[in-house]
């Protein structure tokens, strides 16, 4: 049985390979979840067993969203996950049989340590088959200093092998922007190939960032 926990967000994925769809729990100040399906209804709890349930270091985190995807094109689901401030975000390696690694470090997602991330999302913004990710970050606590409290996103370029790029310096004023983001989705939202952002926010409007990246490699299919 599981032990009660504040759960934020939820994936589902095959992250063992079984060919069943397991479930991971992002949790706050306790252990992550992972859910092993075993088939025709059963499930078990083996997120300590898998490496997911905390990081590097062994540490349990303010897990807040969490992203599924085959980042290092390797064929088995890894997962990207945003925490509370004082902390890096997670990326959690599959090494196959139900065993994952974290390597935030290693990867390059360890620079910002100073930010409250809460959506997360694997994307192949530049189509060129690998894919990248995006966070959104905002503040709970205000402060005298408003920047604090609106926060600048996180847009990490997959470079492969196993590692990232913060590139957000250079990834216009749009994307730059600061708020107190709270969610984000993620959608071609103009048919032409580009994978654009709607960011939810917290007592404002919500954002709608627009890929001008060039197109590459796609295909429309009617």
């Given at each position: 049985m599981v032990s009660p926990r504040y759960g934020f967000s939820a994936l589902t994925g095959d992250f063992d390979g079984d060919g069943w769809p397991d479930i991971y729990v992002a949790t706050d100040t306790s252990p992550s979840i992972l859910l092993r399906n075993l088939g025709n209804g059963p499930y078990e709890e083996i997120g300590h067993e898998s490496g997911t349930a905390v990081n590097e270091h062994g540490n349990e985190q303010g897990r807040i969203g969490g992203a599924a995807s085959d980042f290092n094109r390797d064929g088995l689901l890894d997962i990207g996950k945003t925490n509370f401030d004082n902390d890096t975000p997670s990326l959690y390696v599959n090494l196959g049989d139900g065993l994952c690694s974290e390597e935030a470090m290693r990867s390059g997602l360890g620079v910002n340590t100073?930010?409250?991330g809460w959506g997360s999302a694997f994307v192949n913004l530049d189509n060129d088959g690998w894919?990248?990710?995006f966070m959104?970050?905002?503040?709970?606590?205000?402060?005298?200093?408003?920047?604090?409290?609106k926060q600048a996103r996180n847009l990490y370029w997959n470079l492969r092998e196993g590692r990232f790029a913060?590139?957000?310096?250079?990834a216009g004023e749009g994307a730059a922007q600061r708020t107190a983001a709270r969610a984000e989705a993620f959608g071609d939202l103009g048919n032409d190939g580009r994978i654009d952002f709607v960011v939810n926010n917290l007592n404002g409007p919500p954002s709608l960032l627009h890929n001008e990246l060039p197109q590459g490699n796609w295909l429309r299919i009617r």
């Open positions: 100073h930010l409250v894919q990248d990710l959104v970050n905002g503040h709970v606590y205000r402060s005298g200093d408003r920047f604090q409290f913060e590139i957000l310096a250079v």
